[in-house]
Antibody
Framework: EVQLVESGGGLIQPGGSLRLSCAAS????????MSWVRQAPGKGLEWVSV???????YYADSVKGRFTISRDNSKNTLYLQMNSLRGEDTAVYYC???????????WGQGTLVTVSS | QSALTQPPSASGSPGQSVTISCTGT?????????VSWYQQHPGKAPKLLIY???KRPSGVPDRFSGSKSGNTASLTVSGLQAEDEADYYC????????FGTGTKVTVL
């Protein structure tokens, strides 16, 4: 059974850093495309980043240069390193597996990041 | 990449049908057959309903169907049921990915 479990969210001050983790089971992260999607309180879904099986990475313009997506194949875990956090980064962050082709077929339960002083 | 445009709300009585539109551009919906649809209940993670415009994953009822014409994709929910009351989002591949603005479906 495919499962994705996010962790690492919390309250952080503006300008701070946070690393989110997404532990996967039931499939191999390194062989799949993986993505992060976020949802601000009361708002819609926003795509954040993707890492392809060949390790190419892409980012939404709103996070480019501040966020870094990566994975640890030995731990079968996806990460999102978030630096220079802003109030507008406050959201529930979901990790999702990208199915072939280009859709999000499995989602985690989400982890809440709150950026506030 | 600008969000795809969806109507904020849609509604129907039990047993009726509702169709949600998702309008993009010739750079996303219009050029790629990689439109997907997601259902999200309050406080829950999104769930995949439709991929590649009109394909249904196993376990999704055939009451849910998708189509596309030009720059606009559509999701139709036939035979509305109480549990279909949720938010619905479209998404398109466009080199990267873009989601729609979301539609709240109310079952009257």
């Amino acid at each position: 059974e495919v499962q994705l479990v996010e962790s690492g969210g919390g309250l952080i001050q503006p300008g701070g850093s946070l690393r989110l983790s997404c532990a996967a089971s039931g499939f191999t992260v390194s062989s799949n495309y993986m993505s992060w999607v976020r949802q601000a309180p009361g708002k819609g879904l926003e795509w954040v980043s993707v890492i392809y099986s060949g390790s190419s990475t892409y980012y939404a313009d709103s996070v480019k240069g501040r966020f870094t997506i990566s994975r640890d194949n030995s731990k079968n875990t996806l990460y999102l390193q978030m630096n220079s956090l802003r109030g507008e980064d406050t959201a529930v962050y979901y990790c999702a597996r990208v199915g072939a082709w280009y859709f999000f077929d499995y989602w985690g339960q989400g982890t809440l990041v709150t950026v506030s002083s | 990449q600008s969000a795809l445009t969806q109507p904020p709300s849609a509604s129907g009585s039990p047993g009726q049908s509702v169709t949600i539109s998702c309008t993009g551009t010739s750079s996303d919906v219009g050029i790629y057959n990689y439109v997907s649809w997601y259902q999200q209940h309050p406080g829950k993670a999104p769930k995949l309903l439709i991929y590649e415009v009109s394909k249904r994953p196993s376990g999704v009822p055939d009451r849910f169907s998708g189509s596309k014409s030009g720059n606009t994709a559509s999701l139709t929910v036939s035979g509305l049921q109480a549990e279909d009351e949720a938010d619905y989002y479209c998404s398109s591949y466009a080199g990267t990915y873009v989601f729609g603005t979301g539609t709240k479906v109310t079952v009257l």
